[in-house]
């Protein structure tokens, strides 16, 4: 069964770091290309960042340039993000999703349950 897992979320302070992950189940990984979603209590999902299967392409929101950092291990079967100098408009809940024809302009297919992250002093 195909199966998407999130964690590594949590309360952090403005400027600090967090790195969240993404662990697959039950699919051939590095098929599908993987997306980071985030959404605010009161607002739409937006989309964060995402990676191709191979890695060798990805993509990020303005509002995270510079800031946010994807990767993936397709051994260990997980993409990861690694969110810098945070902010309290960082806030939301983060969710991972395959995403269809291997591309970051792929339709979502299948998500995770999501992470809460919380910035705040």
């Known amino acids: 069964q195909l199966q998407l897992v999130e964690s590594g979320g949590g309360l952090v302070q403005p400027g600090g770091s967090l790195r969240l992950s993404c662990a697959a189940t039950g699919f051939t990984f590095d098929y599908y290309a993987i997306g980071w979603f985030r959404q605010a209590q009161g607002k739409e999902r937006e989309g964060v960042s995402c990676i191709t299967g191979s890695g060798g392409s990805t993509n990020y929101a303005d509002s995270v340039k510079g800031r946010f950092t994807i990767s ?9 993000l690694q969110m810098n100098s945070l902010k309290p408009d960082d806030t939301a809940i983060y969710s991972c999703a395959t995403l269809r024809r291997n591309s970051c302009q792929g339709t979502a297919s299948v998500w995770g ?3 809460q992250v919380t910035v705040s002093s």
């Open 72 to 80: 993936r291990d397709n051994e260990k079967n997980t993409v990861y």
């Open 113 to 115: 349950q999501g992470t």
